[in-house]
């Protein structure tokens, strides 16, 4: 009876099929694997869909040249540092690129030279082989350049987040609510850090734990003591608007000072254009009256 039914369920399903094409409506499509599969696995947005076997294949060379590489804990870090997503392979992936850039570059430049030269073959060979090596290794120059940039954006913010907190709990709110309104206002690398901390205490952590993974993503002893002194404030019942303003007084004579021991190391280079330059000018228009005053007398 269950094979009578199953074969009527198919013609059924083919006789409706057939009045689809007849009719010229539109039929569905049978899915592949990977179409399948795609809600189950772990694809951003903007990569488009690959075959399993491919993607397998993709994934077990990068693990591969992240292994042979090494420093995979430090490119992690450097990476939440620059406020990117710890994902070794994508960064190995775009170091690859990057050599592969380098690689046809120097290969283009070595075609130039033995066009119009005669350089020996080991020497163009070279000139590729640093090429590839001096483009992956501009790649891990960016990715330390970026984050440092980062901090120091986030450094000079700091002390106008630390006068807005203040302020708000100088007014009467809690920790975290001064956390919240600052976050509201504020656009900038360190509000953008405090997001992620207020999203953290959302999501059921505390707050000394959400400050302290915002301190443990940078590099920055300013923003360690500035978590620390909350956190002491917070567990003892210190004023907190106080700790708030004395960190961010701190901030501004510690930028007071690099700057002038910036000048400092500088003095001699700033001497250049004064002596080499407004000097110069500045005799010659000492001097010059005096030559024309000479000619005329002449």
């Keep these: 009876m269950s094979g009578v039914l199953e074969g009527a369920a198919a013609g059924l399903g083919l006789g409706v099929g057939l009045l689809m094409v007849a009719a010229g409506a539109p039929v569905p499509r049978r899915r592949g694997l990977d179409e399948r599969l795609a809600p189950y696995l772990d694809l951003p947005r903007s990569v488009a869909l690959r075959p399993v076997a491919g993607r397998a294949l993709l994934e077990h060379g990068l693990h591969s040249v992240s292994r042979l590489l090494g ?20 960064f190995r992936a775009q170091q690859v690129v990057w050599t592969s850039g380098g690689l046809l570059a120097g290969g283009a430049l070595s075609a130039a030279v033995w066009w119009h030269g005669t350089t020996s073959v080991a020497a163009l060979v ?15 120059w ?3 350049r970026q984050a440092s940039l980062r901090e120091q954006r986030m450094l000079r913010e700091f002390p106008t987040i630390a006068d807005l907190l203040a302020l708000s709990v100088a007014a009467g709110e809690g920790a975290v609510a ?3 309104r600052v976050v509201r206002v504020s656009s900038g690398e360190l509000g953008r850090e405090l997001r992620h901390a207020v999203a953290d205490v959302r999501a059921g952590a505390s707050l000394t734990d959400a400050l302290g993974a915002l301190a443990g993503r940078t590099d920055l002893p300013t ?8 956190v002491v404030a917070v567990e003892r019942g210190t004023p ?8 961010a007084q701190d901030v501004r004579d510690a930028r007071q000072r690099a700057l002038v021991e ?6 001699i280079g700033m001497m250049v254009p004064v002596v080499f330059l407004v000097l110069p000018v ?5 001097v010059y009256p005096g030559f024309a005053f000479m000619r005329l007398s002449l």
């Design 71 to 90: 420093g995979g804990d430090s490119v992690r870090r450097r990476l939440q540092r620059a406020g990117r997503a710890p994902d070794l392979e994508a």
């Design 126 to 140: 070279a000139l590729v082989l640093l090429s590839g090596a001096a483009a992956f290794a501009a790649r891990d």
């Design 142 to 144: 960016l990715l330390s």
């Design 178 to 180: 001064a956390l919240e």
């Design 223 to 230: 923003l360690a003591r500035f978590v620390d002194g909350v």
């Design 240 to 247: 907190l608007a106080e700790v708030l303003r004395a960190q």
């Design 262 to 267: 910036t000048a400092g190391r500088k003095e």
């Design 282 to 286: 500045t005799v010659l228009f000492a």
